[in-house]
C-alpha cells in the first residue's frame, strides 16, 4: 500500500466489517463506498489468481454484488466491490430462526439465475455458502464473493453449493451426512440437487424454485382454508391430469403424486411439480407400490380426497363432502389397478363434475 491507509491510490480504507476479512473503504475517485478483501492466495498462484478474479469484474446481474477491481500492490493482490447494505443469510438464519419456505425459494430463485448468468459467460463462483448470500431490506438475495480463487471448480459444484445454501437456509444447519427429510417440495428439491444419483437440471430447478417462490402446495391451501368445494378439486384433478398424460403415454410415471407436490397459483391453477427424490406418505401411496402409471392415477385420487374432505383417505372414510366427485374418487382409489378409469375416461367424467357444479 502506497499512502498511508489508501489503496491503489484511491480507495481509502475505513473499518472492518463482519468478521473482519472485509473492510469498510471509500472509492475518492468514484466518491462512493465499497469493500475491499485480501486476495489471499500463495505468492507463486498470484498471477493465476489475479488474472481470473479480473474475468469477474463488470458481471453484471440485479442479484450480484458487483466485483469493480482488482488492484495489486507490494505483491498482494485486493478485491474491490460494491457496498451493499444487508445482512447475511447466515447471520439471519443464526440470530432469527430458518426462512419459511416460500422466503427461501425466492433466495433461490435469486441465487440460481445469478449463477445462470455467471456460469454463461465462463464464470464459476466456487465459494457459494450462507455468508456469501446477502438479504436485503427489500427482500432481494444477492450474491457476493465473485473473484475468490474457485481451485478448477466447474458449475455443478456450484448448483451443490447452492443446494447446501438453501439447506441451511431452511433448516438452520449444513446437510451434513443427513439431507433434510420431508415431503414438501422445496425439501425434496434440495435432496435431489444434493444426490449426484438424482441431480434435475437446471432447467428444472428454476422452474421448480419460481413455482415455490409464488404458489402455494395444495396441502398448504387446504391447511388455512379448510376443505375445497368439488368443482374446484376436480379442476385440480384435470390439471394435474393433463401434466401425467404424456409421460403416461410413454410408459413412465411420477412417483410421487400428494398435495405436496400439487401447486396452486394466485388463481387457483395447479401445476405438478417434477418427481425430485420425494419422501412419499403412506397415505398417498397405492396398495401396489407408487411404481407405474396406475399407480400415479391412485395417489392423484388420495390427492383428490384431501383436498375435498380435508384430510387423507383412510379404510372406511366417508366421502361425505365430495358431491358428484364421490364416485370419480371411489373409482381412482380402487385396490384393483385394472378398475381404475383411463385417462380420457377420467377427463370426462372430471369435466362432468364441474358441468354439474356450474
Not at 489503496?7 to 469498510?24: D, F, I, S, T, V
Not at 458481471?59 to 451493499?84: I, T, Y
Not at 417434477?274 to 407405474?292: H, I, K, M, Y
Request: charge should be neutral; aromatic fraction near 4%.
Amino acid at each position: 500500500m502506497g499512502e498511508t491507509g489508501k489503496l491503489a491510490g484511491r480507495y481509502r480504507l475505513l473499518n472492518p466489517l463482519g468478521g473482519g476479512e472485509l473492510l469498510l473503504a471509500f472509492d475518492e475517485r468514484e466518491h462512493r463506498d465499497v469493500v475491499v478483501r485480501r486476495l489471499r492466495v500463495p505468492p507463486e498462484s498470484l498471477e493465476l489468481a489475479v488474472t481470473e478474479a479480473r474475468r469477474a469484474v463488470g458481471l453484471a446481474h440485479a442479484c450480484v454484488v458487483p466485483l469493480l477491481d482488482v488492484p495489486v500492490e507490494a505483491g498482494e493482490a485486493w478485491l474491490v466491490m460494491e457496498f451493499v447494505s444487508g445482512s447475511s443469510l447466515e447471520q439471519s438464519v443464526l440470530a432469527r430462526r430458518p426462512l419459511p419456505v416460500l422466503q427461501a425459494a425466492r433466495v433461490g430463485v435469486h441465487l440460481l439465475s445469478a449463477l445462470e448468468t455467471a456460469h454463461a459467460a465462463g464464470i464459476v463462483h466456487g465459494r457459494v455458502n450462507p455468508a456469501n448470500v446477502l438479504l436485503t431490506r427489500t427482500g432481494r438475495a444477492l450474491l457476493t464473493g465473485f473473484g475468490l480463487p474457485a481451485l478448477g471448480m466447474r458449475p455443478p459444484a456450484d448448483m451443490w453449493s447452492l443446494a447446501a445454501t438453501l439447506h441451511f437456509a431452511v433448516e438452520g444447519r449444513p446437510p451434513g451426512q443427513a439431507p433434510v427429510e420431508g415431503t414438501e417440495p422445496l425439501r425434496s428439491l434440495i435432496r435431489a440437487m444434493l444426490s449426484p444419483a438424482d441431480t434435475p437440471p437446471v432447467r428444472t430447478v428454476a422452474e421448480t424454485l419460481r413455482r415455490l417462490a409464488m404458489d402455494r402446495s395444495l396441502d398448504q391451501v387446504v391447511a388455512a382454508g379448510g376443505p375445497m368445494p368439488p368443482a374446484e378439486v376436480a379442476a385440480i384433478g384435470l390439471a394435474v391430469l393433463e401434466q401425467l398424460v404424456e409421460p403416461h403415454a410413454r410408459g413412465e410415471h411420477h412417483g410421487g403424486v400428494q398435495p405436496g407436490s400439487v401447486l396452486i397459483n394466485e388463481w387457483g391453477h395447479a401445476t405438478l411439480v417434477p418427481r425430485l427424490a420425494p419422501a412419499q406418505l403412506p397415505a398417498f401411496t397405492p396398495p401396489e407400490g407408487a411404481g407405474s402409471p396406475a399407480a400415479d392415477l391412485w395417489s392423484l385420487g388420495a390427492t383428490l380426497f384431501a383436498a375435498v374432505q380435508g384430510q387423507p383417505p383412510a379404510p372406511g372414510a366417508p366421502l361425505s363432502m365430495a358431491g358428484a366427485l364421490a364416485p370419480v374418487l371411489f373409482d381412482l382409489l380402487s385396490g384393483d389397478p385394472g378398475r381404475r378409469p383411463a385417462a380420457d375416461v377420467l377427463r370426462r367424467r372430471l369435466v362432468g363434475v364441474l358441468e354439474h357444479n356450474g
